[in-house]
């Protein structure tokens, strides 16, 4: 080992750590350390005199190494790395000790808590002492950006990539674009009609010269990392020619396939060949496969006999794109959380009980009804609705612990839609409390309830049941302490919002974390709201968790930006502390192959080699290296094992 | 019931063809009852195989030899070298194939069906008073030649744990088969001697192990023996590594010294905790280790614990597929562990 001039800084984090530890006698102590040539503690290291400081001590005592004990390496790494540079040293040869989160926060006993901060700050001497000077990798970046989910979040991220010039790939699962805003009636505070503030962006994507839409298409595999990921699509067939369909109907008439229509949920009916609905960006129609009477051999063909522009194609075959892209947004959206779950509400099994969404399609003029609120089993116009809040949401026993969000408000908007749809008729509105935080929206639910005259009911509903063509509602109110019965003519349920199906594949495929109720997790939770856990794929809309429409727009909007910004730098840094191979040692039995999680390694000539661009330094590989053939660079076996004598010594 | 003669009339075949370098498979040893391990390279030694319940040795051993000498020599020899192997023995082949130290087509795999029997253990057949020039399977029994004349005892009684529980008696993975696939024959509980051993508490078994630990002289017996020890340099060596033209100064300087080389009770502990560990989704319980010990530490209760959380945990098998990554390696979506996900 090489003579080391390390220098430790103690950090007080005003009483943060030094309540619990004794900074003084660490600094004390650390000065007596082998290799350490000075030592000092100060109240806010990361502050701007304590970082001068910091350049001033390595300047002074000639130090090629430093050691900062302090809060995380999470936060402040980069801060001390970079003040390290400005004096002059290589960044990588600053060590954290993470006296604060790993020890002064979790300790009350003092002396020990010291002992333990000597230690910590100890072992990371140790490792200075073995750290080799780094320079970063530059990586060159594709100015190319993959946006996963063609709801408003990815719709809007899309358009404002697309603005900033940058190349836009944008995939959709299902035949048009839109997710499911396009399936709401009216949109709360402000009651403007869904579709009609949707369909100009929808419009506006389909016509931008930077965004490739390919809609009946999902993401199969992603490999490489920020800057550089290449992305596998899968293109089903719609079995239609976009560019010849005129949309004139006539397929559809003639297809003899009737199936749910699922733009609908279900309320509705639609054919084989199909179109969502009438402004769908493709405007084409679609052919669905799984309900087709049959394409190979050909069963049926009435569709492709009655087409006159001949866009009807049965030949149509899945088709695999390779894309390379330098960053991605994750907008896949959510899907309500399914009835079937809900026994005591029924299951599903009640006709008249439905979900919000369904509600939507009732109220919505181009819906089920063509705007006219009328219950689904017999066509009637229900005199009586009740609306409960809070399904499946806040319920950590049975369902889902989180507050699904959006429902207070969407339900006082379904209560005022019934409303002005049947002015004689009764809104009630189960509820646990009203959460009404955003611009207009308190002001919107007082209105509800004093002007549309929706009655409010303070708690749960234990049972729905059919009794005598209708249902039965059996509840408490809670603030009068009586049990209510209502005699219902439908009932809508605010069922809670979860990640969208699918959401669990997209996240191993992008190698990105979920959180403990499956949305998808971002970087951190206040300071990082749309990076995910991997660098260059970022998050938007309710992928990442419930939320509004505003809110998702303005998180697509912050997701593009953080991609614009990514992008517009000409080659990124990657962090060289890298796996490195012993060829000496490696017998190429392909462990760190399989282990690795970002595939950067490979074997050439039965030796194992590592892709520095794709490495993250997990060290994954090492850990599973039954022969110490490979490591992390600064965090070397013989790091960690002087770490570890530190800390025992 | 397999005929010798099979088997070295499909050795005697592959030399005369020229299909194989060499063949490697057991002889009687000039000292004894037990068969010992011979390297064939001439149609005229294939009437020195044997096959009999003292064939212990896990030969894949030599694959691993032959590997290191012709890496050694940078000799191509062209045509595949022959094996016979046991089940046990031939999925610790298929080990060594699934970490690529060397390729399906360099091996010919002469397969030995265990049938409804296994190896002996000699101290079980000393407590039996038997003290045999020679022993042959015969159905269930083994049948042994001493100086009183032919003794016969049920094999059960004398056979070794490994193989009491053993779950494939078969070598799945073969160029040529003797012997009747028996797989599914129960002799004993699978892990029934493991057990057995975790009846006790755990302050007992810590004692236990302590014991056996502090009586281990470290002589790397177990370590030699093992097909899956082909590491040229074993991360438990402080000192006496190998240093090849490649390795340099900083790789010198970096060297870690996890364990002592002083056969004190922390340091053998870490040796044979660290072994185990490199042995998880690896050891095929062929248990030479043990067998080779020469201070009797039962090491396969050790591998077989890892064997049993790996079949447990995440179902896995070691030497079942060639194609299959390893167990270290490779990790199931319904992990148990939310961390991993």
Known sequence: MTKKRTGVFVCHCGNNIAATVDVKKVAEVMATEEGVVYSEDYVYMCSDPGQNAVIQSIKDNNLDSVVISCCSPNLHEKTFRDNA????????????ANIREQCAWVHKDRNRATEKAIKISRSAVRRAGRDQPLEPIAVPVTRKVLVIGGGIAGIQAALDIANAGLEVILVEKQATIGGHMLQ??????????SQCILSPKMVDVSRHPKIKLMT?????????SVGNFRVNILQKPTFVDAELCKICDDCAAVCPVVVPNEFDLGLTARRAIHIPFAQAIPASYTLDESACLGLNPIRCGKCKDVCEVGAINYDMRPQTLIEDVGAIVVATGYDLYGQEHMNELGGGQIDDVLDGLQFERLCSASGATQGHVLRPSDRTVPKEVVFIQCVGSRDPANHCAYCSKICCMYTAKHASLYKHHVPDGRAYVFYIDIRSGGKGYEEFVQRIMEEDEAIYLRGRVSKLYRKDGKIRVLGTDTLTGQNVEIDADMVVLALAMEPSKGTAEIAKTLKIGRDKDGFLAEAHPKLKPVESVTAGI???????????????????GAAAAKVIGLLSQNTLSHAPTVAFVRNSHCTGCEMCVSACPYNAISLENGKAVVNEVLCEGCGSCSA??????IEVKNATAMQIHEMIEACLA | MINIQ??????????????????IGYRRSSSGMNAEPVVITTPEQADELVWDPTCFHNLSLYLVEDRKFLAHTRNNPGRPIAIVAKGCDARAIVVLMQEHYFKREEVYIIGMSCEGSGVLVERKLAANGIQATNASFDGDDYVFTTAQGEKRLPAREIMADRCLECRIPYPREHNVVLGEDKTGRELAEPFAALKRFEERDAGERWIFWERQFDRCIRCFACRSVCPMCYCEECVVDSISFPVNAQTTAEE???????IERSAVRSENITYHLTRAMHLAGRCIDCNECERVCPVNIPLRLLNNKMEREAREQFGYEPGASIGAPALVASFLDNDPEKFIR
């Open chain 1, 624 to 629: 599973t290296c039954l022969r110490a053939a």
């Open chain 1, 85 to 96: 540079k400005r004096a002059g040293l290589n960044s990588f040869t600053c060590e954290i």
């Open chain 1, 184 to 193: 709401l009636s009216e949109t709360f505070p402000t009651l403007d009609c």
């Open chain 2, 6 to 23: 099979d088997m070295r009339d499909t050795a005697r075949d592959l030399l005369t063809k020229n299909e194989v370098r060499a063949v």
């Open chain 1, 216 to 224: 009946y298409s999902e993401v199969k595999e992603v490999s490489g």
């Open chain 1, 538 to 556: 970022f998050l938007a809309g309710c992928a990442q968790g419930p939320k509004d429409i505003p809110e998702t727009v303005a998180q697509a």
């Open chain 2, 252 to 258: 010198k300087a970096n060297r870690v010294r996890w």
